[in-house]
T-cell receptor, first 117, second 109 residues
Framework: GAGVSQSPRYKVAKRGQDVALRCDPI?????LFWYQQALGQGPEFLTY????????KSGLPSDRFFAERPEGSVSTLKIQRTQQEDSAVYLC???????????????FGDGTRLSIL | QQPVQSPQAVILREGEDAVINCSSS?????VHWYRQKHGEAPVFLMI???GGEQKGHEKISASFNEKKQQSSLYLTASQLSYSGTYFC??????????WGAGTKLIIKP
């Protein structure tokens, strides 16, 4: 399909395990965003890539969270030594807007629902 | 700083109108509106850029008053398919959107 694809759709992990969440953005989209969404809340910004460059990681909650986009396309969000408070839906979005103000929409994937037991 | 959305929730009968508001304490360059259904991705509705414009999308329209740092989303003659949670995302600096907590809209037949 032509949309943003995220995998896995659901992930259950035991506390202390490492997890990796994948995002396949719309082909050609320069910008890629990761968000964390708690139940009943709006998405909270985690990090932003412009092509392969991670321009902003100010929203990552701790150094256990790491994101990469090595070839400027697929991105992976990795969480090490997971804790129960990491349980949330992780959304990825891509946009054709580059640096500068957003005059193009962000297209979201369906998200990965992460549950830490 | 997170924009404030109001109301938090609204229940309508099919065919009724609704207004959802989004306000920020910061000067804004743009406001983005999305609708999210349970367990699904947020779906883009419209972007309003500074300039006080109003946009429309089917029976859904929105306005942006940059002086007041406010945007409003108008849903006219609501349909069952309009149910969901509506989020505004505000942009006060390059590329980063800050999302409101959402307004839950329930449409009853």
């Amino acid at each position: 399909g032509a949309g943003v694809s995220q995998s896995p759709r659901y992930k259950v992990a035991k506390r202390g395990q490492d997890v990796a969440l994948r995002c396949d953005p719309i082909s050609g989209h320069v910008s890629l965003f990761w968000y964390q969404q708690a139940l009943g809340q709006g998405p909270e910004f985690l990090t932003y890539f412009q092509n392969e460059a991670q321009l902003d990681k100010s929203g990552l909650p701790s150094d256990r969270f790491f994101a990469e986009r090595p070839e400027g396309s697929v991105s992976t969000l990795k969480i090490q030594r997971t804790q129960q408070e990491d349980s949330a839906v992780y959304l990825c979005a891509s946009s054709s807007s580059g640096a500068g103000y957003s005059n193009q929409p962000q297209h979201f994937g369906d998200g990965t629902r992460l549950s830490i037991l | 700083q997170q924009p404030v959305q109001s109301p938090q929730a609204v229940i309508l009968r099919e065919g009724e109108d609704a207004v959802i508001n989004c306000s920020s304490s910061k000067a804004l360059y743009s406001v983005h509106w999305y609708r999210q259904k349970h367990g699904e991705a947020p779906v883009f509705l419209m972007i309003l850029l500074k300039g006080g414009e109003q946009k429309g999308h089917e029976k859904i329209s929105a306005s942006f008053n940059e002086k007041k740092q406010q945007s409003s989303l108008y849903l006219t003659a609501s349909q069952l398919s309009y149910s969901g949670t509506y989020f505004c995302g505000t942009e006060d600096s390059n590329y980063q959107l800050i999302w409101g907590a959402g307004t839950k809209l329930i449409i009853k037949p």
